[in-house]
């Protein structure tokens, strides 16, 4: 390890990028948003102004407060300002302003509040940023003309502008140092989809390139993957997610994304809880700092602060660690080689399983059920395969069903190859798939499945969604991820493999 890092920092030498090694503190804020009651209603600006300060004054105190602990970079949730309850187009128009192109411009609205008119929360932002002197990010609505200068656009939304769900981010000196809109929308009928995907990144004297995404773009290849191709290693996560168990918690997913692109993750999630709205972290492939919201707790905003190590900027991402055949693997990541488990023996007499379909996520699972205290299993879909090796932990009193599922195909525009084990939510096989939250049994395993994408983000949820890290964690040149797991902390509620196969998906 120490000759690891010693050959990173040469390399780095003549690079402008903070030398591997160093770190920095990363703050986000899970933002319990004051809503506009009515978002079918146009109002005019003077009243989105008096909404949108709630929220900004909200914002303030958390930016005093994370700058306290050391901040240098702070990040607030998709739709934090004017709320995320759907509005209509025309509703949302007094909350949008026109956010010039810090490609094109320089601009700092703080100390330059009048080149542009209707720039309340720009100017807002950008002070905060500057008096609490960190890099802020933020989500809101941006209007633009159409058709767009660059790149031209045939389309155009009918009433002639542009409506753009979008991130901002001031240096901290108060500087506009990008502009991102979300490209990939869920259902969001306030809003357009920008003609082409953008790849936004800006840079910081502390921690080099961070990359812009928004929620749903998690999901897929453009702009996020792109981002990471490019070598991006720390990737900024507006997000107002909805939780589904069992296999897109927003903290669980979150912890998956880190993991299997080798990235940093700062997620900032909305806190609401009749839509199941919370759960936020700050992540790197070696460590989670996260925050999820638990029955019965107020329903309130969060800060998150942690330092974090700033990741090497030179290591290109492959989402993939070949096995070595050398014995020096190093600890630089999950992915590595480990010889401490001791797998259960394989049973001596295959018994002969029974498979069914279920749904889970809405998808077709082939499940096989998890019959014995320890055993081999293998179930397929079609040729994809997953392969567990499992030993439940004694344990008295507690009986609860367990399930191996496997699933490839289309996840409604979107392809997958997932591998899982779920806890099913009661005793019959029907109810495998299903979400539940709690578990008691604790079992040690090796999951493994042999994908067609290099893209498969692990994740171990236990009870009351507390994130495990996975034990051990590889990946060989030909596909296969085998996930190590012992040792629980809390009872298993989902172990997964979650590919993406972004090369089948479909517009
Ligand atoms: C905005 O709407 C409110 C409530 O309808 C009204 O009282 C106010 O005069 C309007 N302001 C402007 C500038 O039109
Ligand atoms: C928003 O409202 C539209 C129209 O009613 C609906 O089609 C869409 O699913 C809604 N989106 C969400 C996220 O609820
Ligand atoms: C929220 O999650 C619970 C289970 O944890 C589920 O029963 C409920 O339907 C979810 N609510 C929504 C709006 O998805
Ligand atoms: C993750 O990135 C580090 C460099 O930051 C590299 O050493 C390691 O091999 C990568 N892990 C994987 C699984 O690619
Ligand atoms: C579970 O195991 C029992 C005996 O151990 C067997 O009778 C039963 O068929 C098995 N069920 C399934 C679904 O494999
Ligand atoms: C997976 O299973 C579903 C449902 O049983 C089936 O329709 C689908 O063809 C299978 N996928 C493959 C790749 O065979
Ligand atoms: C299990 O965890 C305990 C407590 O964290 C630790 O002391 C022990 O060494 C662990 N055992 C294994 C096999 O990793």
């Given at each position: 390890?120490?000759?690891?890092?010693?050959?990173?920092?040469?390399?780095?030498?003549?690079?402008?990028?903070?030398?591997?090694?160093?770190?920095?503190?990363?703050?986000?804020?899970?933002?319990?948003?004051?809503?506009?009651?009515?978002?079918?209603?146009?109002?005019?600006?003077?009243?989105?102004?008096?909404?949108?300060?709630?929220?900004?004054?909200?914002?303030?105190?958390?930016?005093?407060?994370?700058?306290?602990?050391?901040?240098q970079i702070l990040v607030f949730?998709?739709?934090?300002?004017?709320?995320?309850?759907?509005?209509?187009?025309?509703?949302?128009?007094?909350?949008?302003?026109?956010?010039?192109?810090?490609?094109?411009?320089?601009?700092?609205?703080?100390?330059?509040?009048?080149?542009?008119?209707?720039?309340?929360?720009?100017?807002?932002?950008?002070?905060?940023?500057?008096?609490?002197?960190?890099?802020?990010?933020?989500?809101?609505?941006?209007?633009?003309?159409?058709?767009?200068?660059?790149?031209?656009?045939?389309?155009?939304?009918?009433?002639?502008?542009?409506?753009?769900?979008?991130?901002?981010?001031?240096?901290?000196?108060?500087?506009?140092?990008?502009?991102?809109?979300?490209?990939?929308?869920?259902?969001?009928?306030?809003?357009?989809?920008?003609?082409?995907?953008?790849?936004?990144?800006?840079?910081?004297?502390?921690?080099?390139?961070?990359?812009?995404?928004?929620?749903?773009?998690?999901?897929?290849?453009?702009?996020?993957?792109?981002?990471?191709?490019?070598?991006?290693?720390?990737?900024?996560?507006?997000?107002?997610?909805?939780?589904?168990?069992?296999?897109?918690?927003?903290?669980?997913?979150?912890?998956?994304?880190?993991?299997?692109?080798?990235?940093?993750?700062?997620?900032?999630?909305?806190?609401?809880?009749?839509?199941?709205?919370?759960?936020?972290?700050?992540?790197?492939?070696?460590?989670?700092?996260?925050?999820?919201?638990?029955?019965?707790?107020?329903?309130?905003?969060?800060?998150?602060?942690?330092?974090?190590?700033?990741?090497?900027?030179?290591?290109?991402?492959?989402?993939?660690?070949?096995?070595?055949?050398?014995?020096?693997?190093?600890?630089?990541?999950y992915f590595h080689q480990d010889?401490?488990?001791?797998?259960?023996?394989?049973?001596?007499?295959?018994?002969?399983?029974?498979?069914?379909?279920?749904?889970?996520?809405?998808?077709?699972?082939?499940?096989?059920?998890?019959?014995?205290?320890?055993?081999?299993?293998?179930?397929?879909?079609?040729?994809?395969?997953?392969?567990?090796?499992?030993?439940?932990?004694?344990?008295?009193?507690?009986?609860?069903?367990?399930?191996?599922?496997?699933?490839?195909?289309?996840?409604?525009?979107?392809?997958?190859?997932?591998?899982?084990?779920?806890?099913?939510?009661?005793?019959?096989?029907?109810?495998?798939?299903?979400?539940?939250?709690?578990?008691?049994?604790?079992?040690?395993?090796?999951?493994?499945?042999?994908?067609?994408?290099?893209?498969?983000?692990?994740?171990?949820?236990?009870?009351?969604?507390?994130?495990?890290?996975?034990?051990?964690?590889?990946?060989?040149?030909?596909?296969?991820?085998?996930?190590?797991?012992?040792?629980?902390?809390?009872?298993?509620?989902?172990?997964?493999?979650?590919?993406?196969?972004?090369?089948?998906?479909?517009?």
């Amino acid at each position: 390890m120490l000759l690891l890092v010693v050959v990173s920092v040469f390399l780095s030498v003549g690079h402008s990028d903070p030398a591997v090694g160093s770190s920095y503190v990363a703050g986000v804020y899970e933002h319990h948003v004051i809503l506009n009651p009515d978002p079918i209603v146009p109002v005019n600006r003077s009243e989105a102004l008096q909404h949108l300060k709630k929220n900004l004054d909200i914002y303030e105190e958390q930016a005093a407060r994370a700058a306290k602990q050391g901040a240098q970079i702070l990040v607030f949730p998709e739709d934090g300002l004017q709320g995320f309850n759907n509005f209509t187009r025309s509703a949302i128009y007094s909350y949008l302003e026109t956010i010039p192109d810090p490609q094109q411009e320089s601009w700092n609205p703080c100390t330059e509040p009048g080149r542009y008119k209707n720039t309340e929360v720009l100017q807002r932002l950008s002070c905060m940023a500057r008096r609490y002197n960190l890099y802020l990010v933020a989500n809101m609505g941006d209007l633009q003309p159409c058709p767009l200068q660059s790149p031209p656009s045939p389309i155009c939304p009918p009433d002639g502008h542009w409506q753009f769900n979008t991130d901002v981010a001031f240096s901290s000196d108060g500087l506009l140092v990008a502009r991102y809109h979300k490209y990939n929308l869920f259902y969001e009928r306030a809003f357009d989809k920008p003609p082409q995907p953008e790849i936004i990144t800006f840079d910081t004297p502390f921690a080099g390139k961070f990359g812009l995404i928004i929620c749903f773009d998690i999901l897929f290849h453009d702009p996020t993957i792109a981002l990471v191709e490019k070598g991006v290693r720390q990737l900024i996560f507006p997000t107002a997610w909805m939780s589904k168990l069992p296999l897109l918690d927003s903290i669980q997913f979150q912890r998956a994304f880190s993991l299997g692109a080798n990235v940093s993750l700062l997620a900032a999630n909305i806190r609401y809880d009749p839509l199941n709205m919370s759960g936020s972290g700050i992540y790197t492939p070696f460590s989670a700092t996260y925050h999820h919201a638990k029955t019965g707790e107020p329903e309130e905003g969060r800060l998150l602060v942690a330092r974090v190590p700033v990741l090497d900027p030179l290591w290109v991402g492959q989402g993939v660690a070949t096995e070595s055949s050398s014995s020096s693997a190093t600890d630089s990541g999950y992915f590595h080689q480990d010889s401490c488990i001791d797998p259960p023996p394989p049973s001596s007499v295959p018994p002969s399983y029974i498979t069914f379909t279920s749904l889970m996520m809405n998808d077709p699972y082939t499940f096989i059920l998890l019959n014995n205290t320890e055993d081999k299993l293998q179930v397929c879909n079609g040729t994809f395969c997953c392969h567990l090796q499992y030993r439940f932990l004694p344990q008295d009193g507690s009986k609860e069903l367990y399930a191996l599922g496997a699933f490839a195909g289309m996840h409604r525009h979107y392809a997958l190859q997932v591998c899982a084990v779920v806890r099913c939510a009661n005793l019959e096989a029907s109810s495998c798939g299903k979400g539940v939250k709690e578990a008691e049994s604790k079992m040690e395993f090796v999951l493994e499945g042999t994908f067609g994408t290099r893209y498969v983000y692990p994740s171990v949820l236990a009870s009351s969604v507390v994130l495990e890290e996975p034990k051990s964690l590889q990946k060989t040149a030909d596909g296969r991820v085998t996930m190590k797991h012992w040792n629980m902390t809390g009872g298993l509620v989902t172990a997964c493999l979650y590919g993406r196969m972004y090369h089948l998906d479909h517009e």
